[in-house]
């Protein structure tokens, strides 16, 4: 596997002091990294950036505001970043990972709430819904996510808010119950798909809809929703055994 470690480590299994860690996957983030970084700093003290190939100083601004970094030497998509950082932060003892995106698309400020929901206990993830400002997401986005939302919500027998929300509180025990095998965006829909047929319980929490005309997605509309709703289609073969979390 073609990745690299920036001389910062993330602690061993030993040194992790904190129950929580964030977690950023990155792609060509220059321009927003080190906002996003800071902004995660003021609740989550440890943050973890996985440079997914990028061409651009993403290393070096994410590295400049505190964050140990993880390199992939070319891309290799989302799913893969995600996948990277959660091996690596389970192995050094993290219990709960937070993730976010790199765009400035989530709102720092709403980490406290989604952090408190997850300590009520019994949730293997809360997730950051944007349902209740709907209006602010554009319609080539919101229309995927309604569809994703019906078509998750029967695929992991749990009712689905949010399916394409990146921002996220996982439980380490629903990560190690589970094996994600996608690469791109469709891997937080198998995330939640075999979560929730593993018998995990989900929570919701309110956040903030950005979308600023600025802003750089890598998100592609039909290929990324083909691969979501490819997930989904195999979903329906697999056989995961459900217990109660």
Do not use: C
Not at 1 to 28: C, D, F, H, W
Not at 31 to 46: E, Q, S
Not at 118 to 128: A, P, S
Not at 233 to 243: A, G, Q, V
């Amino acid at each position: 596997m073609e990745q690299t470690v920036s001389a910062e480590k993330p602690g061993s299994k030993r040194e992790a002091k904190e129950e929580i860690a964030a977690l950023i996957p990155a792609y060509n983030s220059e321009d927003t990294v080190g906002r996003v970084v800071d902004g995660i700093k003021k609740y989550v003290p440890d943050v973890v950036v996985v440079n997914d190939g990028s061409d651009d100083d993403t290393e070096k601004i994410a590295r400049a505001s505190g964050a140990v970094v993880i390199n992939h030497e070319s891309r290799r998509g989302k799913g893969e970043a995600l996948k990277t950082g959660f091996a690596a932060l389970i192995d050094r003892g993290y219990r709960v990972i937070l993730t976010m995106d790199a765009d400035l698309q989530h709102d720092p400020w709403d980490i406290p709430p989604l952090i408190e929901k997850y300590r009520e206990g019994g949730f293997g993830m809360v997730i950051g819904s944007r349902m209740a400002s709907k209006v602010n997401i554009p319609r080539y986005r919101l229309v995927p996510n309604l569809v994703g939302n019906f078509f998750l919500s029967r695929a992991s027998g749990r009712e689905i808010e949010d399916s394409q929300s990146g921002m996220r509180i996982y439980s380490v025990k629903l990560l190690k119950a589970i094996n994600l095998t996608t690469s791109r965006y469709d891997t937080e829909a198998e995330a939640i798909i075999k979560g929730g047929k593993a018998g995990f319980r989900f929570a919701f929490v309110p956040i903030k809809a950005i979308y600023a005309e600025e802003q750089k997605t890598y998100f592609r509309p039909v290929v990324d929703t083909y691969l979501i709703s490819v997930v989904y289609l195999r979903s329906l073969f697999w056989k995961t055994k459900s217990r109660q979390i």
